[in-house]
């Protein structure tokens, strides 16, 4: 731009000159400033022109919507992974608390039974215990029953033996009627 306008500058200066050879200086400096620029102004512009606006109608429905799809798709899917995950930790949370349940509810049936089998067997215990006690009276009052009748027998035959050695002992302290005496 600084250049067209030192161009047309020159050109102004040079006022001097003929027309023509003004105007065809002029020319030649619009020419060498519009090739130093960046857009040519010749048919190309319009080549470009017409590729922009192609591609500005085609790129919105060739490219960006498929690709904003896309992305929402990949949100989606996403955002329903992340929802299937959540899910799928509050199943594992209630299968883990049913669990855990199952386990206590075990272990309490498991406690009961342990407690009614030991109760149990102790009332057995108890059981053979009164009957090993009973068992052991009754013998012991068996043999203490023989016991004394024993002593009574024995005490009998003492008796009786007494009085017979008695007699002997009368006897033979009296001098010789132990037959008298039996």
Do not use: C
Not at 66 to 88: C, H, I, N, S, W
């Amino acid at each position: 731009m600084i250049q067209l306008l030192s161009a047309l500058a020159t050109v102004s200066q040079n006022s001097d000159l003929s027309q023509d050879s003004g105007l065809a200086s002029a020319s030649w400096a619009l020419t060498a400033v519009a090739r130093a620029g960046l857009i040519d102004l010749d048919a190309t512009i319009i080549t470009q022109a017409v590729f922009f606006l192609t591609l500005l109608l085609l790129l919105p429905s060739m490219v960006y919507r498929p690709l904003l799809q896309r992305f929402d798709q990949r949100e989606e899917r996403t955002e329903g992974a992340r929802a299937t995950a959540k899910a799928l930790r509050k199943q594992a949370r209630d299968e883990v608390a049913r669990y855990d349940d199952a386990v206590a509810s075990q272990r309490r049936d498991a406690l009961i039974e342990r407690a009614e089998t030991r109760a149990l067997a102790q009332k057995s215990a108890d059981e053979l215990i009164a009957q090993a006690r009973k068992e052991t009276a009754d013998h012991i009052a068996h043999g203490i029953a023989e016991q004394r009748q024993f002593a009574v027998s024995a005490r009998q035959e003492l008796f009786a033996d007494a009085s017979t050695i008695g007699a002997e002992i009368a006897a033979k302290l009296s001098g010789g009627t132990v037959a008298d005496a039996a």
